[in-house]
């Protein structure tokens, strides 16, 4: 029995393993951090949020401050997916995001059935959104008082 | 004087110290207790019987009728900007206090505070022979210390007495905007003080007789700059209440006391239950996240706010203790009550947006913070802008929550990355064009872009991060109003984005200048200009940085007079990087702005937010990233270098062979340049903040608080339950 626990990342109950969800890579024990058996690079914010003002006018353009942000990007070990992003101060710990009760988990998904692809839930708060927009396209275009919009 | 004093002793001296009561301030029984009260006799006793569901719905039908009725009232005829876009509430509680239910289209974050100041008349007020509680009887209120979001917003509060027992309190709130504060529109960045921060209303009687007490709205008149609009917008709130009042009148006439003090707590105590059950569909153990907040709108700073949820069964505990502690003479800090109500919109908003909007949903829900932390800060300290911690309270669930709900085999809503949540509008103040004094501000802080979601891009400027119900409002009725002009609004702003397999929808730039005043000026109160805050899930790319860019020592209206041709397209960058103005003082600039005058012409600009990115760039269909050159959200060295693909330029056609080979290869470099986790570690982790950067909060561990300004040569280290509030020079 496998348990989706991210985009990329599941959890083995037989075995007790952090896996990659896109090549199968076994990361490291499920009662651990998953990070451990991943890759990291310390990204300058810069090369992906690029400065759009002309640095030479301008000290502040966009891009986040090197010196007070940075992108900690985590792979797979095996196929490259990124599979973290994670923006911290310079120096500052990882954090330990996901911390889960294996043994809870096996309990919870004794009597589950297996997932291999998360379901997508409704988006209500668009939805709603959505619908305020059509009440509100209606309410100024649809009353009859003659206007022209 | 001796220590062991008898129990009649006791009783003597408790009901001395009652009775005596210097001052009742914001009280800690009420402020800290966000949860349900028991039930009361009579709820017992109703519930006990037993209750028909399909009278229960129908009557809650007539109830949410009732309060969209009076809501709509508010919205129509409130005179203030707020009130325009529906930045208000009108509830019903219970007699003990309880929110049972606001209205459909009422902002959330209303439903998990406005019951403080009631709570707070039940306690003192009904007593009370010199204030008393009579039917007819109305109450105001704003001081946020007893509840509320923040000051800008002033309720009406009524009870309903029927067949001369209390049986419920309505409610009307209303975002008024001024509030007689030091800098205009309510939310001044400057206040130093708690006394800085304008008129603060605790709970206090109003009306009498369903009349507005002339004397008393005369004096809160002298109180704001904006005495019409004081006055308009209590009368608005009083007859929306007097009219939900009319209606629930109807319900009693027709269905009984029993039917609706029943349905009120029954719809809590449904909502508390299916709250549980939700939490205990989530696997137990703990997700993290953490938040930094990079200015105090007077200086860049770095705070933190640290996250951890723990679930166990059906309890969640969410434990916020690490965080930076509160400055005492800086507007950035919040009470915990405001901060919770805020959590609450969170969750309705992201996490599961169909649970019925009440207090009920926080209710089981275990919070922990320290005392006198930026979240939970109290005393003298000035609040005034608690909307960037309160913002950071919306989103603090998405990225924890993801990952609790991903494995949950019944989903209630998409899973997504976080809302850009910053408060990116202009506040503004001054002279109006035709000669009154105002300050308030505008609507397009309602178009945060929203994050991405597992499968699809996020929604352009969606909505504020505290309602999804709110509307962008009208800048035509604005500019009748105020000599506020926009040379550029709601143009979506090109390659600010929230990258990953899905982005995060976008936000609209906003360019304003001011005509025809004599003294006009704006404020602006975002942080984001250093670190960027809409945070990115499962491997997406946050929001970028966001600046405010001003053209100084110009008047446009002239320029343009002069070559009507000066500026074709009123776009930032273009602006900014071309300089077409000739003789413009031309900066960039920190999101934090404490009220400046704007000379007509002059022009201010700053940007609504993306929403962060979900899952990995190069997981990105290449078709999408055609989509979004089409529509010019984005430029091509950007598509190329973050989502590696390979296409012809002119005809947007993609080379599928090569991209594959491309991204093939982006991988295998991204292999070559990682470093296994244990490695890197040794070589990233400091045992301390970086010594140049002013830091606040914890480190590597939640109970050590850093407070660090090199400006000041502060460097302190403080235990976590013992922390004290840091002033800045």
């Not at chain 2, 009732?66 to 876009?85: R, T, V, Y």
């Not at chain 2, 891009?457 to 035509?476: A, K, Q």
């Not at chain 2, 140049?692 to 040569?713: E, L, M, R």
């Given at each position: 029995?496998?348990?989706?626990i991210?985009?990329y990342?599941?959890?083995n109950?037989?075995t007790?393993?952090?896996?990659?969800?896109?090549?199968?890579?076994?990361?490291?024990s499920?009662?651990?951090?998953?990070?451990?058996?991943?890759?990291?690079?310390?990204?300058?914010?810069?090369?992906?949020h690029k400065?759009?003002?002309?640095?030479?006018?301008?000290?502040?353009?966009?891009?986040?401050d090197?010196?007070?942000?940075?992108?900690l990007?985590y792979?797979?070990?095996?196929?490259?997916?990124?599979v973290?992003?994670?923006?911290?101060?310079?120096?500052?710990?990882?954090?330990?995001?996901?911390?889960?009760d294996?043994?809870?988990?096996?309990?919870?998904?004794?009597?589950?059935?297996?997932?291999?692809?998360?379901?997508?839930?409704?988006?209500?708060?668009?939805?709603?959104?959505?619908?305020?927009?059509?009440?509100?396209?209606?309410?100024?275009?649809?009353?009859?008082?003659?206007?022209k919009? | 004087?001796?220590?062991?004093?008898?129990?009649?002793?006791?009783?003597?001296?408790?009901?001395?110290?009652?009775?005596?009561?210097?001052?009742?301030?914001?009280?800690?029984?009420?402020?800290?207790?966000?949860?349900?009260?028991?039930?009361?006799?009579?709820?017992?006793?109703i519930?006990?019987?037993?209750?028909?569901?399909?009278?229960?719905?129908?009557v809650?039908?007539?109830?949410n009728?009732?309060?969209?009725?009076?809501?709509?009232?508010?919205?129509?005829?409130?005179?203030a900007?707020?009130?325009?876009w529906?930045?208000?509430?009108?509830?019903?509680?219970?007699?003990?206090g309880?929110?049972?239910?606001?209205?459909?289209?009422?902002?959330?974050?209303?439903?998990?505070?406005?019951?403080?100041?009631?709570?707070?008349?039940?306690?003192?007020w009904?007593?009370?022979?010199?204030?008393?509680?009579?039917?007819?009887?109305?109450?105001?209120?704003?001081?946020?210390?007893?509840?509320g979001?923040?000051n800008?917003?002033?309720?009406?509060?009524?009870?309903?007495?029927?067949?001369?027992?209390?049986?419920?309190?309505?409610?009307?709130?209303i975002?008024?905007?001024?509030n007689g504060?030091?800098?205009?529109?309510?939310?001044?960045?400057?206040?130093?003080?708690?006394?800085?921060?304008?008129?603060?209303?605790s709970?206090?009687?109003?009306?009498?007789?369903?009349?507005?007490?002339r004397?008393?709205?005369?004096?809160?008149?002298?109180?704001?700059?904006?005495?019409?609009?004081?006055?308009e917008?209590?009368?608005?709130?009083?007859?929306?209440?007097?009219?939900?009042?009319?209606?629930?009148?109807?319900?009693?006439?027709?269905?009984?006391?029993?039917?609706?003090?029943?349905?009120?707590?029954?719809?809590?105590?449904?909502t508390?239950?299916?709250?549980?059950?939700?939490?205990?569909?989530?696997?137990?153990?703990?997700?993290?996240?953490?938040q930094?907040?990079?200015?105090?709108?007077r200086e860049n700073?770095?705070?933190?706010?640290s996250?951890?949820?723990?679930?166990?069964?059906?309890?969640?505990?969410?434990?916020?203790?690490?965080?930076?502690?509160?400055?005492?003479?800086?507007?950035?800090?919040?009470n915990?009550?405001?901060?919770?109500a805020?959590?609450?919109?969170?969750?309705l908003?992201?996490?599961?947006?169909?649970?019925?909007?009440?207090?009920?949903?926080?209710?089981?829900?275990?919070?922990?913070s320290d005392?006198?932390?930026?979240?939970d800060?109290?005393g003298?300290?000035?609040?005034?802008?608690?909307?960037?911690?309160?913002?950071?309270a919306?989103?603090?669930?998405?990225?924890?929550?993801?990952?609790?709900?991903?494995?949950v085999?019944?989903?209630?809503?998409?899973?997504?990355?976080?809302?850009?949540?910053?408060?990116?509008?202009?506040?503004?103040?001054?002279?109006?064009?035709?000669?009154?004094?105002?300050?308030?501000?505008?609507?397009?802080?309602?178009?945060?872009?929203?994050?991405a979601?597992?499968h699809?891009?996020?929604?352009h400027?969606?909505?504020?991060?505290?309602?999804?119900?709110?509307?962008?409002?009208?800048?035509?009725?604005?500019?009748?109003?105020?000599?506020?002009?926009?040379?550029?609004?709601?143009?979506?702003?090109?390659?600010?984005?929230?990258?990953?397999?899905?982005?995060?929808?976008?936000g609209?730039?906003?360019?304003?200048?001011?005509?025809?005043?004599?003294?006009?000026?704006?404020?602006?109160?975002?942080?984001?200009?250093?670190?960027?805050?809409?945070?990115?899930?499962?491997?997406?790319?946050?929001?970028?940085?966001?600046?405010?860019?001003?053209?100084?020592?110009?008047?446009?209206?002239?320029?343009?007079?002069?070559?009507?041709?000066?500026?074709?397209?009123?776009?930032?960058?273009k602006?900014?990087?071309?300089?077409?103005?000739?003789?413009?003082?031309?900066?960039?600039?920190?999101?934090?702005?404490?009220?400046?005058?704007?000379?007509?012409?002059?022009?201010?600009?700053?940007?609504?937010?993306?929403?962060?990115?979900?899952?990995?760039?190069?997981?990105?269909d290449?078709?999408?990233?055609?989509?979004?050159?089409?529509?010019?959200?984005m430029s091509?060295?950007?598509?190329?270098?973050?989502?590696?693909?390979?296409?012809?330029?002119?005809?947007?056609?993609?080379?599928?062979?090569?991209?594959?080979?491309?991204r093939?290869?982006?991988?295998?470099?991204?292999?070559?340049?990682?470093?296994?986790f244990?490695?890197f570690?040794?070589?990233?982790?400091?045992?301390?903040?970086?010594?140049?950067?002013?830091?606040?909060?914890s480190?590597?561990?939640?109970?050590?608080?850093?407070?660090?300004?090199?400006?000041?040569?502060?460097?302190?280290?403080?235990?976590?339950?013992?922390?004290?509030g840091?002033?800045?020079?």
């Amino acid at each position: 029995m496998k348990v989706l626990i991210t985009e990329y990342l599941r959890i083995n109950l037989d075995t007790e393993q952090w896996e990659c969800r896109r090549c199968g890579h076994v990361h490291g024990s499920a009662r651990d951090n998953y990070k451990k058996g991943l890759l990291v690079y310390d990204r300058d914010p810069r090369e992906i949020h690029k400065p759009l003002l002309d640095p030479k006018k301008y000290a502040r353009t966009y891009s986040p401050d090197p010196k007070w942000c940075r992108i900690l990007e985590y792979y797979c070990s095996s196929c490259g997916t990124m599979v973290e992003a994670e923006y911290l101060p310079p120096g500052h710990p990882p954090l330990h995001d996901i911390e889960l009760d294996i043994d809870a988990l096996k309990l919870q998904w004794k009597d589950r059935k297996e997932v291999t692809e998360p379901t997508v839930g409704p988006d209500l708060a668009l939805e709603k959104v959505k619908n305020n927009r059509a009440l509100h396209a209606e309410h100024h275009h649809g009353h009859g008082h003659g206007h022209k919009h | 004087m001796h220590d062991n004093i008898s129990a009649e002793e006791q009783v003597l001296l408790d009901k001395f110290l009652a009775d005596n009561q210097l001052w009742l301030g914001p009280d800690p029984e009420i402020m800290r207790n966000h949860s349900l009260t028991p039930r009361s006799k009579m709820e017992d006793e109703i519930l006990k019987q037993g209750l028909d569901p399909h009278q229960v719905h129908h009557v809650r039908g007539l109830i949410n009728a009732a309060l969209s009725e009076a809501f709509e009232m508010c919205n129509q005829m409130g005179a203030a900007p707020g009130a325009k876009w529906g930045d208000l509430v009108t509830g019903i509680y219970t007699a003990q206090g309880d929110l049972a239910m606001i209205a459909p289209h009422g902002i959330i974050a209303f439903a998990a505070c406005c019951f403080y100041p009631v709570r707070f008349i039940v306690k003192n007020w009904i007593d009370d022979p010199t204030v008393g509680v009579r039917d007819g009887d109305g109450f105001i209120h704003n001081d946020a210390r007893y509840g509320g979001v923040h000051n800008t917003d002033q309720s009406m509060m009524m009870p309903l007495f029927y067949k001369g027992e209390l049986i419920c309190w309505l409610s009307a709130t209303i975002h008024e905007g001024e509030n007689g504060a030091c800098e205009p529109g309510g939310m001044p960045a400057a206040a130093e003080s708690k006394y800085d921060e304008g008129i603060k209303m605790s709970p206090f009687k109003v009306v009498e007789n369903f009349q507005l007490k002339r004397d008393l709205v005369t004096f809160l008149q002298n109180s704001v700059r904006d005495p019409k609009l004081q006055l308009e917008d209590m009368k608005v709130k009083l007859h929306a209440v007097m009219r939900l009042r009319d209606r629930i009148t109807a319900i009693l006439d027709q269905f009984g006391r029993d039917a609706l003090v029943g349905t009120l707590r029954t719809h809590l105590e449904d909502t508390e239950k299916e709250m549980r059950r939700r939490i205990r569909e989530m696997p137990d153990g703990t997700t993290r996240v953490l938040q930094f907040m990079d200015s105090s709108l007077r200086e860049n700073c770095l705070q933190k706010i640290s996250l951890a949820i723990t679930v166990k069964g059906d309890r969640l505990i969410m434990d916020f203790r690490g965080t930076a502690p509160q400055f005492m003479n800086r507007a950035v800090n919040t009470n915990i009550a405001s901060f919770k109500a805020a959590l609450c919109t969170g969750l309705l908003q992201n996490v599961w947006p169909d649970l019925p909007h009440t207090m009920a949903v926080l209710s089981p829900i275990e919070i922990l913070s320290d005392r006198n932390s930026i979240i939970d800060a109290e005393g003298e300290m000035p609040q005034a802008m608690s909307l960037m911690p309160l913002f950071k309270a919306c989103v603090a669930w998405t990225i924890p929550m993801a990952k609790f709900n991903y494995s949950v085999p019944t989903k209630y809503s998409a899973i997504i990355a976080s809302q850009y949540d910053q408060a990116a509008t202009f506040i503004y103040g001054g002279l109006t064009q035709h000669g009154d004094v105002t300050g308030n501000f505008c609507s397009d802080i309602n178009g945060n872009g929203q994050g991405a979601r597992s499968h699809a891009d996020g929604e352009h400027s969606i909505s504020p991060v505290f309602g999804f119900m709110c509307d962008s409002g009208e800048h035509e009725i604005n500019e009748e109003d105020t000599p506020i002009i926009r040379l550029g609004a709601q143009r979506l702003a090109k390659d600010r984005i929230g990258f990953g397999k899905y982005r995060g929808g976008m936000g609209y730039e906003q360019i304003a200048t001011a005509r025809g005043s004599g003294m006009w000026g704006f404020m602006t109160g975002c942080e984001g200009s250093k670190f960027p805050s809409a945070q990115g899930l499962f491997g997406g790319y946050s929001c970028p940085s966001y600046q405010l860019l001003k053209i100084k020592g110009i008047n446009v209206f002239e320029e343009l007079r002069k070559n009507p041709k000066v500026v074709e397209v009123f776009d930032i960058v273009k602006l900014m990087n071309e300089q077409p103005i000739p003789g413009g003082k031309y900066s960039s600039n920190d999101m934090g702005m404490t009220f400046e005058l704007c000379n007509e012409g002059e022009i201010y600009m700053i940007c609504q937010g993306a929403g962060g990115g979900y899952g990995d760039v190069i997981e990105r269909d290449p078709a999408l990233v055609m989509k979004d050159l089409q529509e010019d959200l984005m430029s091509h060295d950007i598509a190329r270098d973050i989502y590696q693909v390979v296409y012809d330029e002119a005809t947007l056609v993609v080379d599928e062979a090569a991209t594959q080979q491309r991204r093939a290869d982006y991988r295998k470099a991204r292999l070559a340049r990682g470093k296994p986790f244990d490695q890197f570690c040794k070589a990233w982790v400091t045992p301390e903040p970086p010594k140049d950067i002013p830091y606040f909060g914890s480190w590597d561990d939640t109970t050590k608080i850093h407070a660090q300004n090199p400006a000041i040569g502060l460097n302190v280290v403080m235990d976590a339950t013992q922390i004290q509030g840091v002033f800045m020079p």
